[in-house]
């Protein structure tokens, strides 16, 4: 494509700007009335520190964060988990239904942070205070080619396509109503000193879902950042993202204005992290790798494709109501086992998707523990067996961290642990901030060895992760999977 193809004429320009000075950007209709809220609530760093928990409103879309094959993935999501690890915290992710309504959600306390690469605005700094930024990109058009562009020569394929923003006069783009898509659109209006018609778009549609729709030719025209819109290209090579409608922007996240400590905290933290590798290849897996984001999109465990989580998700359910568990702790407990792989083996020779031990395997009539049904039937009759062991556990996902302890470790280190823990006396009942803290003490002699232990050393590390790291990624599940 030659490199004039995008180049303004000038003439054209001042002819048009002239003659079209009393026009304005007309929208269609729209039944969106979004008003920016203030600050409901008075929650920063200390408070935050004293829950222990850093919330973070963010999207789900295929850069912000989704699950693939059973792994919570995503820029914002491994950015958050690194500051939340800075900060000793515990993340939690809300994600949001409208994108509209993020800063507004915000500013309600429905989150501490607002982690969604939000364009740096004058106007949206008057309602929140934002980071640093992360990255700067420059807003283009993405519109669709047409369906026999691989055959056109390039002076036919250069005709058929909006080659400069002023062509755009008189026509129609579909961005969100409350996105900087639409302020540069109305921006750009202005400074061409005509007339672009803007549809606007539900705020339930993620930036790569409307590209998605110009791709099959139900949107004519959309804006998106350039580094979105590229790697959505990688894939829909029908698309033509080429068009700059605007110089390179900011792209941050953000705190409520009354948060002035948690900015600070996220800022420093920005400033370490910049300055290691990490920080380019995170970016680079998502915007970049063009390559791994095909094989994602290809996918029937991409969840913006199927609500699927494993190769394996019709056993796990088969199984897990048998057992009267939410299939989705169930697979993410073998994921945390095996990784849905069902040639998985360990060193201690345990095998299979839920890596059963010979023994056990024996025990359980599981003659061939590499068979798929054969380890999840085997594996969740265990996990069913051990659960019976707890009835004195009243509260279920107590009894279900008990009983996934056991999995991992053995039965009787986990007695062992609510043992010390009634000696110490914590609660024998309560896994969180009782239990588990006495299972991380049998890993220390004078603790194995107090008389009320009977089974001796355990690395508790292991079970004590292993219970976290779940339920962690449980918790991932219900966000993306229906049950």
Not at 38 to 48: C, F, G, Q, S, V
Not at 423 to 443: C, H, Q, T
Request: include cysteine; aromatic fraction near 10%.
């Amino acid at each position: 494509m030659p490199a004039h193809r995008k180049s303004l004429n000038f003439f054209q320009f001042i002819a048009i700007l002239f003659l079209s000075l009393s026009l304005t950007c007309v929208e269609k209709p729209t039944n969106s009335n979004i008003t920016v809220e203030e600050p409901t609530l008075e929650r920063d760093l200390a408070a935050i520190k004293k829950d222990g928990k850093l919330k973070a409103l963010t999207v789900y879309s295929g850069t912000s964060y989704f699950l693939y094959r059973g792994k919570p993935m995503g820029y914002e999501y491994e950015l958050l988990k690194r500051l939340a690890k800075h900060l000793d915290l515990e993340l939690e992710i809300i994600v949001a239904d409208d994108i509209d309504d993020l800063i507004n959600m915000l500013n309600r306390g429905e989150g501490d942070i607002l982690a969604h690469g939000l364009t740096i605005t004058a106007s949206r700094k008057a309602s929140v205070s934002f980071s640093n930024y992360l990255y700067l990109t420059k807003q283009v058009l993405v519109q669709k080619k047409p369906d026999d562009w691989r055959t056109m020569h390039w002076h036919k394929l250069e005709n058929a396509l909006v080659n400069d923003a002023i062509e755009l006069l008189q026509d129609t783009v579909s961005v969100r109503n409350e996105s900087a898509y639409k302020e540069r659109i109305t921006n750009l209006s202005e400074e061409l000193g005509g007339k672009i018609y803007i549809e606007n778009l539900p705020g339930e549609m993620a930036t790569d879902k409307i590209i998605k729709k110009v791709a099959e030719g139900e949107i004519k025209y959309t804006i998106a950042d350039n580094n979105i819109a590229k790697i959505m290209a990688s894939y829909h090579p029908i698309l033509d993202v080429d068009v700059p409608v605007s110089f390179s922007q900011r792209i941050g996240w953000a705190t409520r204005k009354n948060s002035p400590e948690l900015l600070k905290a996220t800022n420093l933290w920005l400033e370490e992290l910049k300055k290691e590798v990490d920080y380019n290849v995170i970016y680079n897996k998502y915007f970049k790798n063009k390559k791994d984001f095909r094989r994602r999109v290809k996918s029937d465990f991409y969840s913006l494709n199927k609500e699927e989580i494993s190769p394996y998700d019709s056993l796990i359910k088969i199984h897990s109501e048998k057992i009267g568990w939410d299939w989705r702790l169930v697979a993410s407990l073998i994921y945390q086992e095996s990784r849905f792989d069902p040639n998985n083996s360990s060193w201690a020779n345990a095998k299979g998707l839920m890596q059963i031990m010979p023994k056990t395997a024996k025990e359980l009539g599981v003659t061939d523990p590499t068979d798929p049904k054969q380890s999840i039937r085997g594996g969740t009759s265990y996990l069913g067996q051990l659960w019976e062991k707890f009835e004195v556990v009243k509260d279920s996902i107590e009894r279900g961290k008990f009983t996934m302890a056991s999995y991992n470790c053995g039965l009787y280190h986990v007695k062992d642990a609510q043992k010390l823990a009634k000696k110490r006396g914590l609660n024998p009942k309560l896994w969180d901030d009782n239990v588990e803290d006495m299972i991380l003490e049998l890993s220390s002699p004078k603790n194995y060895n107090d008389p009320v232990v009977k089974y001796g050393y355990v690395r508790g590390i292991e079970p004590y992760n292993y219970v976290n790291q779940i339920f962690e990624r449980y918790a991932h599940y219900k966000q993306f999977i229906s049950e």
